[in-house]
């Protein structure tokens, strides 16, 4: 089983920054995992955002976020990163990790990110 926890949400003005963190527990991830982050706003679906496979580092970023959004990851910590700048409201969302092989089937419950115009 893996558990999967957020932090580092919070309130910005638009045009700052914040760095998501999600720390996993539970297993030491192997080279078949990947870990993403998605998002989903007020009356929105849920959407992609960014994942990192694990066994070569190899990043997958969404054409909403890209050249804003970075992922990264500290093996040691067992943990993965969302760095985000230049924020707009339209980021406004609740942020959700996730850890899978073939599919997500793990999930952090999120973090809340708010920018403000």
């Known amino acids: 089983q893996v558990q999967l926890v957020e932090s580092g949400g919070g309130l910005v003005q638009a045009g700052g920054s914040l760095r998501l963190s999600c720390a996993a527990s539970?297993?030491?991830?192997?080279?078949?995992?990947?870990m993403g982050w998605f998002r989903q706003a007020p009356g929105k679906e849920r959407e992609f955002v960014a994942t990192l496979r694990w066994s070569d580092d190899r990043t997958y970023i969404a054409n909403s976020v890209k050249g804003r959004f970075t992922i990264s990851r500290n093996n040691a910590k067992n943990t993965v990163y969302l760095q985000m700048n230049s924020l707009k409201p339209e980021d406004t969302a609740v942020y959700y990790c996730a850890a899978g092989q073939a599919t997500y089937d793990y999930w952090g419950p999120g973090t809340q990110v708010t920018v403000s115009s």
């Open positions: 539970g297993r030491t991830f192997s080279n078949y995992y990947a």
